[in-house]
């Protein structure tokens, strides 16, 4: 069946490191992924889209790679801010579906 | 920064009832999405429209939710006949084209309860 995982529900990190997410998945074949932000009580929110034939994507602190051998995506936050805090969700298209799927998010804490 | 304005923030229906989930997508957005998220749960998608017409839905949205675009700005869900378990968060979003490629701008939904 098809899965999206995200590594884990709850991360928590020292504000000035790098926080790295990860999301892998099965049973898809992806063209694209996307990363959003959502804080509690508000909707998703567009960070980064990553095509399939593009190993990395960066815009300011954010990164992303995505490793379709691997069936991996990696979200890296760089010198990370107690305002990074959020859940952090993966999304896939999957074209036979031709729809967005989430993942259940990891929940970042960035401590001061 | 255009966004997707979504009303009432908060709706509460007797069971059995009929509601209406109002959103305002970006103006010159074509494709429009609903998407919803139990609490605590991931968010799942419902369906998409594009060109006055459903292009894709989920085994979610069956034959008792509709969509429609009455005019040239809102786009509404409609549950027919509710039930305790469509209590959720409603979310709507909108993209400039296609669904694959494109980042989705989303609303910060409708929280729906079914007593």
């Known amino acids: 069946s098809q899965k999206i995982e995200q590594n884990s529900e709850a991360l928590n990190i020292q504000e000035g490191k790098t926080a790295t997410l990860t999301c892998n998945y099965t049973n898809y074949s992806p063209a694209y992924l996307q990363w959003y932000r959502q804080d509690p009580g508000r909707g998703p929110v567009f960070l980064l889209l990553?095509?399939?034939?593009?190993k990395e994507k960066r815009k300011e602190r954010l990164k992303v790679t995505f490793d379709t051998t691997l069936k991996q995506s990696l979200f890296h936050i760089t010198a990370s801010q107690p305002a990074d805090s959020a859940t952090y969700l993966c999304a896939l298209d999957d074209d036979s579906a031709r729809q967005l799927t989430f993942g259940s998010g990891t929940q970042l804490t960035v401590l001061p | 920064e255009p966004e997707v304005t979504q009303t009432p923030s908060h709706q509460v229906t007797q069971m059995g009832q009929e509601v209406i989930l109002r959103c305002v997508p970006i103006?010159?957005?074509?494709?429009f999405y609903w998407y919803r998220q139990i609490l605590g749960q991931k968010v799942e998608f419902l369906v998409s429209f594009y060109n006055n017409e459903i292009s894709e839905k989920s085994e979610i949205f069956d034959d008792q939710f509709s969509v429609e675009r009455p005019d040239g700005s809102n786009f509404t869900l409609k549950i027919r006949s509710t039930k305790l378990e469509d209590s959720a968060m409603y979310f709507c979003?909108?993209?400039?084209?296609?669904?694959?490629?494109?980042?989705?701008?989303f609303g910060d939904g409708t929280r729906l309860s079914i007593l």
């Open positions: 979003a909108s993209s400039e084209r296609g669904h694959n490629n494109q980042p989705q701008h």
């Open positions: 990553i095509r399939e034939n593009e």
């Open positions: 103006s010159n957005h074509l494709y």
